[in-house]
């Protein structure tokens, strides 16, 4: 009998010790979860409503730029696009609760940036598209600015305004020389060499180009009176090597002078565009410097200096910074009364951000508390990979929606949109 | 209690015992930290599989080559973790240190980040390399003093590290002291006397003392370079590479092997990494060779995959007119062709169109007027003024009307130091397109320099 005990103690014994054995084994090669971090963000103060505006078409899409504009005049907001993929600068109009969709052109190289003006003087909205012509860094000459002439009911007339020089990034228009006739400043953004140039109407579409300043990596060329003398100064950001925002002042007549409204010794801030605002509305221009460029690597990570600045026009070519925003990635910036409570809030998107985290949002909204303190408050987080924001009313609301454009050259796929409206609730 | 009730009891004891040391074993063992697979390709993600298996937990040297291999394919936090435990394995190992300095970095943990390299430096650690990584990450907190200090601390160690007096340059410049520029360039201007980013830094240090004839010359200089590299993170994504797996290895060594003259294993190994993870930049590569093996079926797959996701862009349209003229579709091709030039100036399809139309003297030379004008621009972009010059020349003996090639000769002539010819062709250039404003400001620039004697302005081979 007690032989039996012992034997049967001693068997368990030996399961005990190889079960915890095996346990150990199989624990030790069984690797865990890596805890996810979630940002803690607040939640959702106003309602939108999700609409794609448009054929997703790609599995990945690639836009570069969306604006909310009133381009045929007829009192409601449209919204152009410019699609890469498909060569193409793209008007879609509201009809009926779905959107039409009419092609400006589709023979365009990574169109950057569409602009709007009235180029030739005969009272119609004529496109000026520029054209990257490589949407991957490059220093090839490869840039080019088209025009696209409004021919009414004979549709758009193409015309080349500048040629042979590197990726051209943006084209805003203003009567620099006094002239009275159209010209252009032109951000040729290039990769290790690049420029910002103004081009000067000849009149019959010739342009003359003078070169402003030789730097690579200016994205954006906005225009205003920044200094209230009554001629339009021209501003840029520069982006690469170095991060400053720059400003061009006019004497009336052509000729510029140069002054750094901002600068930064962090190589990295990642600047990636430059948006014209009167944030404060006390009658100047001020600008919105969205920040978080990130990718010069091939894996990224939200950084803590990214998200959005406003450069705040104090007069005499004094320009304060304040940063509105830490957020991700952040690729792009517009403003608009998001809550219509008749303050400016500005709407931000980001490019990459950590999406492994699904929590992670790609489009937040800064509310303005009217003394311009901001609150950051969150969108959406789908579609990733945002590229592009424009804010307007679309739904005739009286309240401003926001419309973005998806990049996606970059994993992971799983939250794909090309162009996206977040449209005001109740 | 009887005898066999104590020994049962020991033993229970003894059970007891094993089971809490296991539990507390269980709590306190470092765990690998796992990552979504579904993030690479099949391949790297078997490596990886792999070497979670392989991992003895108390050493730190397989932490540190785990750590890599999660910093090589993006899985930065997971990296961080385990560049952590093998720091913390093996404190004094001044590699696991700086590894996980890296991954803090990457992360944007800049004051730890900072701590680590300094600790990693103490421990011995003083490659330039690492210094250099310390002040970008001083600038990143936006502390110039620290980083101009590291920057410095690069150079000494090793004076032939550009990326650390470019960016010193950068840095003396925004901080007011253009000066001070040129002793920190000059090594790399005596080298290599057309070097890109040292003579753009020239270039501006010499604007901002109001010298702008002076840095007119510099960014002449600059605009020629041969060759131009950028900071690149000496512990980042090239550490892939080392895994010797995924899309990105096969792509290299198709590279190779295509360097060595096997196209065909080129094509096999390039395709091998499509089948992995689809790019684009591969998928033109591939289909480049797959014409080169006369496989026109495999480039027209794949270049309809690439204007799919990338739109139509020359290259690509000259690419496909190749495929369609392999299988003799000479109409297709010649609309191939067409489209790449009607994108953009093509030197490979204008030269297409112009053997196309050898029956039709003047439209093939005017293709061909085209297409040593496109090889002229990308002379240009390479940085090789000889051969830019001698294309133009050669395209406007064709077609004399051509602003551009007039421009670009001009641009070419001027960096060649022949400032006599550099001003004839800008003159050409603005008869015939007097708003051309980039000839008119360079005319202008020389214009205001004074004549040089013994100037080599042989028109020898100037078109007329």
Redesign the interface.
Known sequence: M?SY??TG?LF??AC??AG?VF??WR???N????PQ?TPELLPAALKWKKTEIGKTG?P?P?ITNVQIVDFDRDGANDVLVC?????AVICYRQAGGDWSEQVLAN?L??PAHATLTDIDGDDDLDVVVSEL????PS????GRLVLLENRGSEGFQRRVLL??VRRVADAQPGDFDGDGDVDLAVAVFGY??GEV?W??N?GDY??????LW??PGAIHVPVADFDGDGDLDIATVISQ??EQVLAFENNGKGGFQRHVLF??????LGSAGLVLTDLDQDGDADLLLPAGDNLE???T?????HGCFWLENKGGWKFDSHRIATFGATYAAAAGDLDADGDLDVALVSLLNDW?SPANPSVVWLENDGRQNFQLLPVDSNPTHLVTVSCGDLNGDGRDDIVAGGLHVR??YDRVGRVTAWLSQP | MSR?QR??AV?IG??LA??LG?AA??VT?P??????F??VDIEAAAVIMAH??G?T?SRGEHWQSLARLYLG??Y???AE?CARQAAELDPNSKDAVYLWAVTLD???R?DEAVDKIKQAQALGLGAASVSVRLA?LE????A?DE?EQAFRQALEKDEDQMSAAV?LG??LL??DRAAEVEPVVRRFIEQEPRS??PCQLM??AEREQGRSQAAEDW?VK??WRPS?S?FT?PL??TERWGASCGALWWVTQGRAAEAAGKEDEAAHLIQRALTLGWDE?FAIEAATLSLKNEQPRDALSMLRHVT???????QTSFLRGEANLIQRKTNSAIDDWSESV???ENQAAERRLAQTYRQQPEVEQEHLAKMLLATG?DA??EGDPENTAAAMTESLKLEPEQS?AW??LGEARRVQGKDGPAREAYQHCLEIDP????A??ALAVLDSKPETAGESDTAESEPQ
């Not at chain 1, 699609?83 to 060569?87: A, H, I, K, S, V």
């Not at chain 2, 600038?139 to 936006?142: G, S, T």
């Not at chain 2, 708003?435 to 980039?438: F, I, N, P, Q």
């Open positions: 007690r005990l012992v103690l368990l014994l005990g010790i915890g346990v150990a624990y030790a090669h690797p865990v979860k890596y971090e790609s990945r690639r699609d890469p993929q498909r060569n023979d190289v990574v012509g490589d949407i991957w220093d090839e000459i490869v040629d042979a290790s060499r140039l081009l000067e000849r010739r342009f003359r180009e003078h070169r030789s730097r090597d170095d600068s930064s010794v962090n190589y990295d690597e091939n894996y990570w939200p950084q803590p200096y492994s994993p992971p | 066999w020994r049962f033993l003894v059970e094993l089971g296991a074993y269980f063992r765990k690998i930290p796992a990552v979504d579904s993030q979670q298996q991992m937990l394919f993006g930065l936090p997971q973790i990457r992360l944007g800049l970008r600038l990143r907190r936006e110039a980083a960016s950068r840095l925004l901080t890109h980013a270039a501006w960014l600059a605009e131009y950028r993170d980042a994504d930049k799919n996701v990338a739109g139509h862009a020359p009607r994108l953009r621009i240009c972009e551009m421009y670009f708003d051309h404003g980039r008119r400001e």
